[in-house]
């Protein structure tokens, strides 16, 4: 905004110091025409002697001046000058006239007065706030689960260079968590689950599958598969209370991909306001529900910050047992790392989302190096250093869109392909 003023304008009888104009140069005038002699002849009358002796200075300019015409000069006639100074004092508003006094010699005009000139303030442009990190497109898409996350039918690649950046841990969780205290306390069917959709779960069934999740809180007719539902998003946060899940599940998840944007999949919720929500659907969990474990919000790979923010945001009061979390890339020795330098504070990890897929470049690994990429991390996951970090895992693709893409476990039908049946068998 510009702001402008200009100086005031005041009465000039008000003012001090006010600079003065002079309209016209001093002038003198001058009066010949009075004669008091010639009265105090007609009157008969004599001045004093006093008032002659007065008028002696007066004689010699009385000299110089000229006799007026028809008019006998006579040295007794006495001619009163006066001298008048005209001065005009101008000021902002009117003109005032100033007598002059007679014993002050006659200033030099000054300058003209310059009317003041306008002055602007700049204008300051507001910074542009900091992009959120809810602004970065996902490194991961959650396929089409339930109704109530509004995901894409299929993943889309990602133009964030988050996965591309991520390769390196983040400064803030350069140091190692500690190693979980409990990491055979799943007390599920297994470790090894996939994340499954509508028309690809059905040939699961006799799978040898250990867990499953769909981005939901309702489950599969699955029967003997542990289900593990999830609180996708806000919206369910109101639906958790007095829900019925199916015999044998024991644990339960936060908030997918809160940092990320719905439009690349992500639940999109602040750190302190998830904050929030979390420990509102934790409470609900009554009854049955009362001893589910419950998983922490799960973020996309490289957003450790917006994790850090929720611990704090959550001061103590959120109550959770593992945290989930997520990776896509291409190099194996990359996910084992951002496992052992994540911020779990100790909890055991769950990779519930990974597969050999650069989403910031779109790179799609083939099925057989897909294969590697699986052998090499779940050989560290079952290994003693990282059995000691991660809980359970869950491959991203078991979906029939997925069949055409090196990382895809099920083939157009909804079958197992070949690289599900290798996956399973790990």
Not at 3 to 28: E, I, M, Y
Not at 180 to 191: E, I, V, Y
Not at 204 to 222: E, I, K, T, V
Request: charged share 15%; aromatic share 8%.
């Amino acid at each position: 905004m510009t702001k402008k003023w200009r100086s005031g304008q005041h009465n000039a009888a008000l003012q001090t110091n006010v600079p003065l104009t002079f309209d016209h140069p001093t002038r003198l005038e001058t009066h010949s025409s009075i004669s008091p002699i010639e009265a105090s002849k007609k009157d008969n009358m004599q001045l004093p002697f006093q008032s002659l002796f007065a008028l002696l200075p007066l004689l010699p300019l009385i000299a110089a001046l000229p006799a007026p015409a028809n008019h006998d000069f006579d040295k007794r006639d006495v001619v009163v000058v006066t001298e008048t100074l005209i001065v005009t004092q101008t000021s902002i508003v009117g003109t005032t006239t100033v007598p002059a006094d007679p014993d002050v010699p006659a200033a030099t005009a000054p300058p003209p007065v310059v009317a003041a000139a306008e002055v602007t303030e700049p204008v300051v442009p507001a910074l542009a706030p900091a992009p959120s990190a809810s602004d970065v497109p996902s490194a991961a898409w959650p396929p089409p689960a339930v109704s109530s996350p509004p995901a894409p039918a299929a993943p889309a690649p990602s133009s964030s260079s988050t996965e591309a950046s991520a390769a390196a841990p983040p400064a803030s969780s350069a140091s190692a968590p500690a190693a979980a205290t409990n990491s055979d306390s799943s007390g599920g069917g297994g470790k090894t689950g996939l994340g499954l959709t509508t028309p690809g779960f059905s040939s699961l069934a006799d799978s040898g599958l250990g867990w499953y999740w769909n981005w939901g809180l309702d489950a599969f007719a699955l029967p003997g598969i542990e289900f593990v539902p999830c609180v996708w998003g806000e919206k369910m946060v109101e639906e958790v209370a007095g829900k019925t899940f199916p015999e044998g599940t024991t644990h339960i998840m936060s908030f997918n991909e809160p940092d990320m944007t719905n439009a690349v999949g992500g639940s999109d919720i602040d750190a302190a306001k998830a904050a929030s929500l979390h420990q509102q659907w934790t409470i609900s969990l009554t009854g049955a529900n009362a001893n589910l474990k419950i998983g922490a919000p799960a973020v996309a790979r490289g957003s450790t910050d917006w994790f850090n923010a929720w611990t704090t945001a959550c001061a103590g009061n959120c109550k959770y047992d593992f945290v989930p979390i997520h990776f896509y890339g291409t190099n194996a020795d990359e996910l084992i790392s951002y496992v052992k330098t994540f911020p779990s504070g100790g909890k055991p990890i769950w990779i519930t989302e990974f597969a050999c897929w650069d989403t910031s470049t779109n790179s799609i690994c083939s099925s057989a190096d897909s294969y590697t990429f699986m052998q090499t991390t779940i050989a560290w996951f079952t290994s003693d250093e990282g059995s000691k970090l991660v809980e359970r895992w869950s491959w991203f693709g078991a979906m029939p869109e997925r069949a055409g893409d090196g990382f895809g476990l099920e083939d157009a039908a909804g079958g197992l392909n070949d690289l599900g049946k290798k996956y399973l068998a790990l």
